[in-house]
């Protein structure tokens, strides 16, 4: 059941309709239970067995909490051995498939494992003061709208609210629809429709030449931006609708105007997951030069490896570290050129090429061809030429609403507003690719 | 409360609104792609062989025949069917005089539509013929989706088509020559006459020769390849179609088959620029030769 469905719609609405009247007459924990059973439900309509994957790392996540509140001695070890165990199965899951094809990774569960593990690890931190109870666990794990694809949430942020009684107001009702159907269309109009192109040059590496391929790479930023951004969205206009407010997962990042910019705006709740729970852990930046070096590069890598078990995972990581340490190389008059700014696009579109194609290999012919050649003639890429023209004149459209927005530049009054979101629908009706995956389900 | 059920009201009716207009503006260019809004003499119906092959506007000058040229690619026989029973029931053509009917040899032998043929035709919906041809095809609930949301009739395709309505550009033209390979490759599917569509078929032509509609069978030049690897079903659908022709002196049989060269195709299937100018200007003079007659 993806959120794009029709049967998303209907689960949406009834559980909607039945959690506003448990809240309205303050039934918070019936409430509460009936989200934890939407939720396992949804996640178990993907595959009958995922729910049981939620069930032990609640239970984890559950036990965990309850001892380190309870014991002021080796709380260290009880806290690395939770973690461990919170790990298993996404360590199982991610790289057994490397041995055995047959074994897949389940939807979503790098995220929700990321988001139990903060839990755990606040509790040992003492940052939640109490700990919580089962079923506040369990809806902190599995809260549908975050589950297959974040945004991470941290406990301390997502639980009180989960725990306080709804405050149904229109305005949030009204700005979650805006912001889902803003993402339904990052997710259905730009995203996939952008991927039909990608993926076609991509699976035919040697008849591409340099320029399609180029054109490619540019592309696959676009969509995969679009792509994940839309989820995030749709994710956050969910919550929203419930009067939860989830972390934006992005901010512009494309008009970062550096690569450490680029970072707070992309997929911030991994980046500061990253940030909090493994650069703070290691000594952050109050260490020596080299140490920091080290500490910066180490989490590009986890991040990469945390995509996947393959080298090209590893590159991107690794290409995205040394970007960040060479920024800080340079003077900060010159990252705020526009010459800088199109190095580090470039720099940032090439390393998603390592990330789009799975085998290292060929993401270096792909690199190579763009720089250095053959550069056949430009074909339409597998398409036919008007919906090749088409697609771009999509992509280039959603430039200019993202510019639009970032500068905060869009007709204002109630009508235009709703004209607007009316014309998104209509777009959406005729562009749409209905049962597309999401890019990042595969992470 | 009042408030906010005028708000959804208010924001439902200018999506509405808005669908509405989309729809309006992207139906016009269709109907002026598809020759629906002239007084057309001439109809042609055809899958991409002849919205390749043909040329109506050309055709339209050397015969003086006001052409209309409702081709889709892919079509089957049923959606022939259904696109040439939608067009003589369009408010504005009850003129067609001529109907060019494209019967490839492959027309009798297909058993049902291609899977995804029929979405070209929902921007026509509200037509009743249409409709019930498409609710054959869909699901209650989709039939609902395109009724009450009107920009979900279109596909990148049919705004394609909608736009180039616009612009009055009507016919294809592709340079490409097929390659030798290509053009010599043996099909590789097997064919079975269908005789539901035969006896439609002559149900069809006769019911428009009956009515003064003179009904033109028309083979476009076919690969020779085709021919031998289908040998005893093409020669049993020629057969059909002459005998078709001669049940009625309205309904003529117009053959080009033997007219295919690799240099006229730019695939196995489809005539290029050379074969486009060739097949009308063959056309044209037959068509003449009949209004003569």
Redesign the interface.
């Known amino acids: 059941m993806l959120f794009t469905s029709f049967e998303f719609l209907v689960f949406y609405l009834v559980l909607y309709a039945l959690v506003y009247l448990m809240n309205r007459y303050d039934k918070v924990f019936i409430r509460n239970f009936l989200l934890l059973v939407g939720s396992y439900f949804f996640y178990g309509n993907l595959h009958e067995w995922y729910p049981l994957l939620l069930l032990y790392v609640t239970v984890v996540g559950y036990v965990a909490g309850k001892v380190l509140e309870r014991f002021s001695s080796h709380r260290k070890a009880v806290a690395g051995v939770s973690i461990g165990v919170s790990l298993c199965p996404l360590f199982f899951f991610k790289y057994a498939p490397l041995l055995n094809e047959s074994i897949w990774l389940p939807v979503g569960l790098s995220f929700f494992t990321l988001q139990s593990l903060t839990y755990i690890w606040d509790c040992y931190r003492r940052k939640i003061e109490k700990s919580f109870g089962l079923l506040d666990v369990a809806l902190f794990v599995a809260f549908f709208p975050t589950l297959l694809s974040g945004p991470i949430e941290r406990a301390r942020n997502l639980i009180p609210q989960l725990q306080r009684g709804f405050t149904y107001k229109w305005c949030n009702i009204v700005s979650g629809v805006q912001i889902f159907i803003w993402g339904a269309f990052k997710k259905l109009v730009i995203a996939d429709n952008l991927g039909q192109i990608v993926d076609v040059t991509y699976t035919d590496l040697e008849t591409a030449g340099g320029l399609n391929l180029a054109l490619a790479a540019l592309l696959y930023a676009i969509q995969i931006y679009a792509d994940f951004s839309g989820y995030a969205s749709m994710a956050v206009g969910i919550g929203r609708s419930f009067g939860i407010q989830l972390t934006d997962n992005f901010n512009f990042p494309y008009f970062a105007g550096t690569i450490k910019e680029f970072w707070k705006r992309w997929h911030i709740s991994l980046t500061s997951w990253f940030t909090e729970y493994v650069y703070i852990s290691m000594g952050g930046n109050r260490c020596s030069k080299w140490r920091w070096m080290i500490n910066i590069y180490t989490v590009f890598l986890l991040s990469g490896i945390w995509h996947g078990a393959t080298w090209a995972f590893v590159i991107w990581g690794a290409m995205h570290g040394m970007m960040y340490l060479l920024e800080r190389a340079v003077s900060d008059k010159l990252t705020h050129t526009i010459l800088y700014r199109v190095v580090m696009l470039m720099g940032v579109v090439t390393a998603w090429i390592f990330f789009r194609i799975p085998h290292s290999g060929d993401a270096w012919y792909v690199v190579k061809c763009i720089f250095a050649g053959p550069w056949l003639p430009f074909t339409a890429m597998g398409q036919l030429p008007f919906s090749f023209v088409g697609t771009i004149c999509l992509a280039i459209l959603f430039l200019i609403l993202e510019l639009m927005l970032y500068h905060k530049c869009y007709p204002k009054g109630i009508v235009w507003h709703w004209f607007g979101f009316a014309l998104l629908i209509c777009l959406i009706a005729i562009f749409a690719i209905p049962d597309n995956k999401f890019v990042y389900f595969n992470f | 409360m009042k408030r906010?059920i005028g708000?959804i009201l208010?924001?439902l009716l200018?999506?509405f609104?808005?669908?509405y207009l989309?729809d309006r503006v992207l139906y016009y260019g269709l109907e002026r792609y598809y020759g629906m809004r002239k007084d057309a003499e001439l109809l042609i119906v055809s899958n991409s062989y002849l919205e390749s092959g043909l040329d109506s506007d050309a055709l339209e000058e050397a015969t003086n025949l006001s052409t209309a040229k409702y081709t889709v690619s892919g079509t089957s026989f049923p959606t022939r069917c259904a696109m040439l029973a939608h067009f003589m029931s369009h408010q504005s053509n009850a003129g067609v005089k001529y109907v060019l009917f494209c019967s490839d040899i492959f027309m009798l032998t297909q058993k049902e539509i291609s899977m995804n043929e029929h979405v070209h035709f929902y921007p026509f919906l509200d037509a009743p013929v249409m409709r019930e041809y498409l609710s054959q095809f869909d699901t209650p609930?989709n039939m609902v989706k395109h009724t009450l949301?009107r920009?979900?009739r279109?596909?990148?395709?049919s705004?394609?088509y909608s736009l180039r309505g616009y612009l009055n550009d009507t016919n294809s033209y592709i340079d490409d020559v097929a390659s030798i390979e290509l053009w010599n490759a043996k099909p590789n599917y097997s064919t079975t006459l269908n005789e539901n569509n035969m006896k439609h078929l002559k149900e069809m032509a006769l019911q428009y020769a009956q009515a003064g509609v003179k009904f033109i069978l028309v083979t476009p030049p076919t690969n020779p390849q085709y021919l031998r690897h289908y040998s005893t079903t093409c020669d049993s659908i020629y057969k059909f179609y002459r005998e078709l022709a001669g049940l009625h002196p309205n309904i003529v049989y117009l053959d080009y088959t033997e007219l295919a060269r690799r240099e006229l195709f730019f695939d196995r299937a489809h005539l290029n620029n050379s074969g486009r100018t060739m097949l009308t200007t063959r056309l044209a003079e037959d068509l003449n030769y009949l209004l003569i007659k």
């Open positions: 906010y708000c208010g924001f200018i999506l609104c808005t669908d989309i609930l949301l920009s979900t279109y596909t990148i395709l705004l394609y």
